[in-house]
């Protein structure tokens, strides 16, 4: 075989390899579309198509830096600095029966006085339609404007409660866990909680608001009424707010064996049972500008003391809320308490410097 022979027979034998191989399929690859996340607008700002499903999901919270101080109330001058940090998820999904609503809330926070770091969850809880139940803030937990009222007493419980809202109305009422501690008892053998039955009624219709909270503590058969109206009235708004309290129970603004001391005795002796049976407070938010609003607050309280007269006391003082850039804002409080005299060695200043990033 000549050397021509063997290339020719070569070339031959390469090209009909070729032609089976063209004959083959060509395999294209595509690329894989990218899955971005999908803008929810159906809750309101800030939710988001968790990717897959048709479940919203928002991710929100706060950091606090702030500084308290007081001086007064038998007790020596103090201050101390602190910060906490709070992350909220929330989890909405459209469904027959109404929105189904997923919540979680951890708060963790550090006090420069003693090191401490505390971490807990604030709420968690489940809603569907207008149907919730599981850890969170009740009616009472809302206040006035400002930072001077204190119309109310344990505002967290375990609670189960079914809330109506429409045409400016809603009404609401919850059966609530109360632990012992919140109706006077030792956790000691006692590690049973208590129901308590709280309600609201309310009405909302441009610039006027009200609102009725009621509170009933069935272990101490004793009931709390609060009642606080909103009205926008010239450069701001105005609130107005009053309580009354039947007897010593866990929704009422309650004392601890502490704050009031019987100085009459050759030793101070303290007085357990106290509560306010009657509290009245106003708050007027002004808005100086856009991004800057001064509220002066008020509160006259009336506490019931068991075996005594009603010692009657007062706050003063206002809030200045400042808003540096969107997201961004610097409160400054500052109170001043006029005390029962028996009761109180000393009247006192209270007040906080607070920086508060939101998002």
Known sequence: MTIKSLFLGSAAALAAASAA???DPVVV?????????????????????IPGTETCLSVGGYVRFQIDAQTGANSPDSWNVWSRGQIAINSKTDTELGALTGNITLN?????????????????????GGFQAGLFYSYWDEGLLGEIDDL??????????????????????SLDALEPSMIG???????????????RIGFQAGGVGAK????YDTYNEEASFRAMTSLALGPGSLDLGANYSTGWNAYANTYGDNDFLDYSLPTPTTLPGVYAEWALAAGYKLNVADNFSVTPAFQWTSAKIPGADNEDFWSAGALFDYTIVEGLSAKLNVQYTDTPDQYYADDYWAGWFRLQRDF
């Open 29 to 49: 690859i595509e690329p894989v579309q990218a899955n971005y996340v999908e803008i929810c607008d159906a809750f309101g700002a800030g939710y988001f198509y």
């Open 152 to 173: 109310s007493g344990q505002t967290r419980f375990n609670s189960i409660r079914y809330v109506y809202v429409g045409d400016g109305f809603i009404g609401g009422i």
């Open 108 to 128: 963790s926070e550090y006090y420069s006085n003693d090191g401490s770091t505390t971490t807990y969850l604030d709420e968690t809880y489940l809603a569907l």
């Open 212 to 215: 009725l909270d009621v509170g």
């Open 21 to 23: 191989q063209a004959a």
């Open 185 to 199: 008892l030792s956790n000691s053998g006692n590690n049973v909680p208590h129901l308590g039955v709280s309600g």
